[in-house]
């Protein structure tokens, strides 16, 4: 069983920046696909962005481009998701997922993402 680990969430003020980490103890060996999402109190939950297992490929929701940056931290052996530029309406639980193999979902819907974290919380205060 594969379970990412979400960690580096926070409350913060309009403007700032959090680094939220994904580890999946599992694969600290291995290169993998990984994405992160966010679900808001009564929304559906949404993609942000994702990374394919070499790295070569990265996708991010429109509402995040050129703010949010997803990589690799070879050291911690973990996906990172730099967010500078925080708003209020980023404010919702993010999840850190992984499809069951080493392939990169076509559509980065929330259904081609296998194991999914346990979620931390990003409050954006105005």
């Known amino acids: 069983q594969v379970q990412p680990v979400e960690s580096g969430g926070g409350s913060v003020q309009a403007g700032r920046s959090l680094r939220l980490s994904c580890e999946v103890p599992?694969?600290?060996?291995?290169?993998?696909?990984v994405g992160w999402f966010r679900q808001a109190p009564g929304q559906e939950r949404e993609f942000v962005a994702a990374?394919?297992?070499?790295?070569?490929?990265?996708d991010y929701a429109d509402s995040v481009q050129g703010r949010f940056t997803i990589g690799r931290d070879n050291v911690k052996k973990t996906i990172d998701l730099q967010m500078n530029s925080l708003k209020p309406e980023d404010t919702a639980v993010y999840y850190c997922?992984?499809?069951?193999?080493?392939?990169?979902?076509?559509?980065?819907?929330?259904?081609?993402?296998?194991?999914w974290g346990q979620g931390t919380q990003v409050t954006v205060a105005s």
């Open positions: 997922a992984a499809p069951y193999g080493s392939w990169y979902p076509q559509s980065l819907k929330p259904a081609e993402f296998d194991f």
């Open positions: 990374m394919s297992a070499s790295g070569g490929r990265t």
């Open positions: 599992e694969r600290t060996n291995d290169n993998w696909a």
